[in-house]
């Protein structure tokens, strides 16, 4: 089969960054799906994985975990999906990615692809959409009655990016009040667009931007980007005994003394946490995806999917690494166009 990857950690720029390979079709094990790829999308952990660093891979190290596509056999011990079943799935960080044409995945993180979105929409949204129902409905324990949260509001880092476009539907779907950061005026439409009932710079002082919109302090801040640039500013802002998750690795130590005078609770969520553990819990990723596809298919939440990449080669995904690497992404990137492999 042809796949995507690396056997050098290179910047995107130099040709041998992602190559061309023809490699043999994984077989699955016990729990596994084998899936004929139709779709993938890229994440910044594809980039962050990429990046130059020491080291050689013998085996082609295929990145990429997002993914729709069609099931093409199961494992002896498979029980949810059956071949000709559309699928859509993270995977995990612990195995190979999806850039190739085929792929196994453990069925209890994939799911039924939502039947409205096509398979370049659904490839968009597992990875984000996962960890952005993680972080707030299991990390941060936001309610999901819309009910309990009609005083509640939230504060977004990073509002316009893959994850937090489907964050702020997701939030809003939950009836808590969004305020959304964005330093663009098409990142700012974006937000607002996806459900953003406010946006504010993440480039100037949250506090008093918020004051001047006459804004509460947020009862729960969900942090995408830069946790140690925005670490100050969120205490300063976030409400008493608040909440806030953050999703990115920080850089540079940060206070966490900063945190008692409002008792606030701090929590990081990792997407991969479950599959590289195999947790007891690893087949929630399995219903929480299926309660999205629920909700893409009630047109209760759209796909992030802003922009397609053809044919599934290693130069559209340099493309798409390249453009996600600006840091200035808005929604999602996919690549596509798996009928047109030579
Ligand atoms: N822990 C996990 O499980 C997990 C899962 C997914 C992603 N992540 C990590 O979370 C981060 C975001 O992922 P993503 O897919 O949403 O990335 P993305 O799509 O590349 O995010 C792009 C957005 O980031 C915003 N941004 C740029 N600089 C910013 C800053 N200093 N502060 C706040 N926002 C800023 C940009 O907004 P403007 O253009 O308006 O400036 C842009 O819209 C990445 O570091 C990724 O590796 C972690």
């Known amino acids: 089969m042809k796949a995507v990857g690396l056997h050098h950690y290179l910047p995107i720029e130099k040709d041998e960054s992602l190559v061309d390979e023809t490699v043999n079709k994984p077989a699955p094990g016990e729990r596994d799906i084998l899936v004929k790829i139709r779709a ?10 990429r990046g130059p660093k020491e080291g050689e891979e013998e085996e082609l190290k295929i990145l990429g975990w997002d993914a729709a596509g069609v099931v093409e056999e199961t494992g002896s011990g498979v029980t949810m999906f059956k071949p000709g079943d559309e699928v859509y799935y993270a995977g995990s960080i612990a ?59 939230i504060l977004i880092i990073g509002a316009a990016g893959g994850v937090g476009s489907i964050a702020i539907q997701l939030a809003k779907w939950a009836g ?49 980007n830069s946790t140690d640039q925005h670490w100050e500013a969120m205490m300063e802002v976030i409400a008493p005994q608040g909440k806030i998750c953050s999703i990115v690795e920080t850089g540079t130590p940060v206070n966490i003394s900063l945190l008692q005078q409002k008792s606030v609770t701090f929590v990081m969520e990792f997407m991969f946490t479950k599959a590289l553990f195999g947790t007891k819990d690893m087949q929630t990723q399995h219903e929480i995806l299926t309660e999205m596809a629920k909700l893409f298919d009630e047109q209760k939440l759209t796909s992030t999917l ?27 990137i996919v690549v596509s166009g798996f009928d047109q492999i030579t």
């Open 40 to 49: 993938v999308s890229v994440n910044p952990v594809d980039t962050k994985v």
């Open 95 to 153: 195995r190979q990615g999806t850039n190739s044409e085929y792929h196994v995945v453990d069925e209890r993180i994939a799911a039924f692809k939502p039947d409205r979105l096509t398979f370049e929409q659904a490839a968009a949204m597992p990875l984000t959409g996962l960890t952005a129902w993680e972080g707030m409905f299991e990390r941060l324990g936001i309610s999901r009655d819309a009910e309990a949260n009609a005083s509640k509001s």
């Open 176 to 224: 808590l009040r969004v305020i959304g950061t964005a330093s663009r005026p098409e990142t700012e439409k974006w937000a607002r667009d996806n459900g953003a009932d406010e946006t504010i710079s993440h480039y100037e002082s949250f506090k008093k931007q918020l004051e001047e919109k006459g804004l509460d302090q947020p009862d729960y801040i969900f942090c995408l």
């Open 306 to 332: 802003t922009e397609t990449i053809e044919p599934f080669n290693a130069l559209s995904l340099k493309k798409a690494h390249e453009k996600l690497e600006s840091g200035k992404t808005i929604g999602k």
